[in-house]
């Protein structure tokens, strides 16, 4: 794939996808969106207050599902001639950074006080400083005998593109109720996640700094580690939703009860 490209100081290191990795990084990412969707429908109780654990399920959906898992096979999804590693402390922040942030941005997304255009905007905004945390972080996990050089207005374009798209998903997310249009919002939000993560990636260009590499210690690495990735998201996702799921049901089942 890469024939004749010569590992020296100064070299441009050329690049290609993995498409069906980018297809996994793409579905992740639907599914993560819709698994969130559902979860964040009541993340406020009745008088008000936080249901955080449905708070605490719809992070984990979105912001590790929907966003992290989606960068991750993403970055896997890039390939170079060149070894690379992901430094494990510096992907695990990145990880723990919009989780954290994407929870934080629906709490005040979904306030019942003030105006609600205000609040998913308020919310957006935070939760797309921790997507673009999460990316470059995640990009600065890499160890490879290469640096990235940066086109800072491709790194604004990517930015305004994660506010934009967080602003979206979190008015899906306290607006969409459904599980048709449900299902509709998470491929919306799946193409948006996926245009902000290559545009992102756009906006480094790999130069090669040593014809060699020295692993370092706590990385992750190997050749299936995109396909890890997906299958232990995927695992995580489908118990989420299947708990989600029996929640309703008996919630609803209740409800018929008092009726009754």
């Known amino acids: 794939m890469f024939v004749g490209f010569e590992p020296v ?6 690049f290609a996808y993995d498409w069906p990795m980018v297809g996994l990084s ?13 979860w964040s429908r009541r993340v406020r109780q009745p008088d008000g207050r936080l249901d955080i654990d449905r708070l605490l399920c719809a992070s984990v959906a979105l912001g590790g599902g929907a966003v992290w898992s989606m960068h991750f096979i993403g970055m896997v ?15 695990l922040a990145s990880l723990l950074v919009v989780m ?16 609600r255009t205000a609040n998913v905007v308020q919310g957006g905004v935070l939760t ?30 990517s930015v305004v593109i994660a506010v934009v798209v967080s602003v979206v998903a979190l008015w899906l997310a306290i607006t969409v ?13 799946g193409v948006a996640v996926c245009g902000m993560h290559y545009t992102g990636m756009s906006a480094g260009t790999m130069i090669c700094t040593s014809p060699t590499y020295a692993p370092s210690l706590f990385a992750i690495e190997g050749d299936s580690i995109g396909y890890a990735v997906f299958g232990l998201s995927l695992i995580t ?12 049901g008996a919630a609803a089942m209740a409800r018929t009860r008092d009726i009754a």
Request: with cysteine.
């Open 9 to 14: 100081a100064g070299a441009l290191v050329p």
């Open 26 to 38: 793409f579905l992740i990412s639907v599914c993560g969106a819709y698994v969130g969707l559902r």
């Open 77 to 91: 999804a890039y390939q170079t001639p060149t070894h690379r590693e992901f430094g494990l402390f510096t992907t």
């Open 100 to 115: 954290v942030l994407a929870g934080a941005g629906l709490a005040v997304a979904s306030r019942p006080r003030g105006s």
């Open 128 to 157: 797309g400083l921790g997507v673009v945390a999460m990316h470059y972080t995640g990009m600065a996990a890499i160890r490879s005998n290469t640096r990235f050089d940066w086109d800072l207005a491709i790194i604004g374009l």
């Open 177 to 189: 109720k459904t599980g048709g249009k449900q299902l509709a919002a998470a491929l919306v939000m």
């Open 237 to 248: 996702l489908l118990v989420i939703l299947v708990v989600e799921a029996t929640r309703t």
